[in-house]
């Protein structure tokens, strides 16, 4: 199956005839050491089923014990997007069977979440904001994972062997549900997209959770309906599951906004229903949507009920940083650089490593050529995040330094850095260790100088007779016998000097 345009309305008649309206639903994993409700670790990519205990695989008599340190990270969240945090709820139980979840069903909260009401004022490309307003945001478990083999898909319908993974089950989840979305008209798909990449930038400033979408710890739902230009009531609508890049989410929305109306003007109507992304750009029918009934929620009785204090709240609020998007702004002013050049090191995950090194005494423009050029490329051959690079921002002020002063090239202090990398010490040990020191001492470079026009006569004569460009080769015998630790323009000088050029 694949996008049948036939079916979609064009863009711009979905526009002229319908507003769209539009619920996002955001799951992030925290980043505890532990689970919700037990001691085992919280940890991605571990071998299947090592991470497990009798309270995550909901075994008879076991009891779960709330980790305090997920509640904390669930206030700060709630405090971030402006909500009023619940000094009072408890959790419920929300009842399903499915493998996923051995105990047959979820810890959440239902009814009585720990944060509501807030907002978040996201930053659009063109400079505004668009206020986003919160509904709620309550804890949950997350569920175990489920890996379907022998259907094409990689979807449970035609498979012939499921294997469960209850690694998963039990980690600390947030789930933040926005309040509907209206009055986007064409920019939906670009808003939703910017709320995405606000939340996820937001919870990484918190450092709550990694937020890695591609690997599951954040997942966003997206609802969309749409309603006849200035129609009252919302229209049907539609759930398009675990959308998993920011670009999908833009997708997602654009795509549902173009087969509803093609539904809408031929006369149908929407069936509410969950539906599936697809990476190639469309979606696909799911299961009918589910009502809060068939849950059969009720309150958990195996755990207290959450109160946090007013001085717990208090405290928590102290820890809530700036937002990053104004942290940057004020960086990129003081930095002076372009709107471009500030994404590509936003892109990077670069800001901070280069706001760190000009912290240690580097000039912006040196900390990010090193950060946004050579330590990226560094990264992406060891396929690792920048910041996981074995290397400090004091560390790289450090080689910055050593460039400065004169000791290093800007080619001698990359194998400083890779000396650094492989962990060979600070930068100035591996200088020395490496003797990448450049050469200062004229005697030395005139000596190599005399030697390398005395084994190249031929090219020697070329230079006295006026052929200056042939300087280049003799250079470039002098940089080898040194191993690069001579400054090339300094050999350049003395190789025209020697030979009667005054360059
Ligand atoms: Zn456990």
Redesign the pocket.
């Known amino acids: 199956m694949s996008v049948d345009s036939a079916e979609l309305a064009g863009y711009e008649d979905v526009i002229a005839d319908y507003e769209p309206v539009m619920g996002m639903e955001v799951h992030v994993e925290l980043a505890t050491a532990t689970?919700m409700?037990?001691?085992?670790a919280n940890r991605f990519g571990a071998e299947p089923n090592t991470?497990?205990?009798?309270?995550?695989?909901g075994l008879p008599g076991s009891l779960p014990v709330l980790n305090a340190s997920a509640v904390e990270s669930a206030i700060r969240i709630g405090l971030a997007l402006n909500c009023d945090i619940a000094p009072w709820g408890r959790f419920a139980r929300k009842n399903y069977f499915y493998p996923d979840q051995p105990k047959n069903y979820q810890i959440s909260q239902y009814d009585e979440p720990i944060a509501v009401n807030g907002y978040l004022d996201v930053p659009l490309d063109d400079g505004t904001t668009w206020r986003v307003e919160i509904e709620r945001a309550h804890m949950e478990e997350d569920t175990g994972k489920l890996t379907h083999l022998g259907s094409d898909t990689g979807r449970i319908a035609g498979a012939t062997t499921s294997l469960a993974d209850y690694n998963r089950?039990?980690v600390p989840l947030i789930e933040i549900v926005s309040k509907p979305i209206e009055g986007t008209g064409a920019r939906a798909p670009e808003i939703a997209r910017a709320y995405v990449t606000a939340l996820r930038d937001l919870l990484r400033g918190l450092g709550v959770s990694d937020v890695r979408m591609d690997q599951g710890s954040m997942r966003c739902d997206s609802n969309l309906s749409l309603k006849p230009i200035g129609a009252a009531e919302f229209g049907t609508r539609t759930e398009t599951k675990n959308v998993n890049s920011l670009k999908s989410v833009e997708v997602a929305v654009r795509y549902e906004m173009r087969r509803q109306a093609a539904v809408l003007n031929s006369g149908g109507t929407v069936t509410q229903e969950t539906r599936h992304f697809h990476e190639d750009g469309y979606t696909s029918p799911g299961r009918s949507k589910e009502t809060a009934q068939d849950y059969r929620y009720f309150p958990e009785p195996d755990l207290e009920p959450v109160a946090p204090s007013a001085e717990l709240v208090d405290r928590l609020r102290q820890t809530i940083p700036e937002l990053p998007w104004l942290v940057r702004k004020r960086i990129q002013q003081d930095w002076g650089i372009s709107d471009e050049v500030m994404r590509d090191l936003v892109n990077a995950g670069a800001v901070e490593l280069v706001a760190a090194t000009v912290e240690h005494g580097a000039s912006s423009e040196a900390a990010r050529a090193w950060w946004g050029n050579f330590l990226v490329q560094k990264a992406n051959e060891a396929e690792v995040e920048l910041e996981s690079l074995a290397i400090t921002p004091a560390q790289v002020a450090a080689v910055v330094k050593l460039v400065d002063e004169g000791k290093l090239s800007n080619k001698l202090a990359r194998q400083v850095i890779e000396g650094v990398l492989a962990g060979e010490g600070e930068p100035e040990q591996v200088m020395t260790d490496r003797g990448l020191a450049l050469v200062r001492d004229d005697s030395v470079i005139q000596t190599a100088v005399d030697e390398a026009l005395a084994a190249n006569p031929d090219v020697a004569e070329k230079i006295r007779g006026g052929k200056v460009a042939a300087a280049g080769a003799i250079v470039g015998a002098v940089m080898k016998a040194t191993k690069g630790s001579a400054d090339a323009a300094r050999v350049r000088e003395l190789v025209l000097a020697a030979c009667g050029q005054s360059g």
Do not use: E, R
Not at 51 to 57: D, E, I, N, T
């Open positions: 689970k409700f037990c001691g085992c991470l497990v205990c009798p309270v995550c695989l089950a039990g």
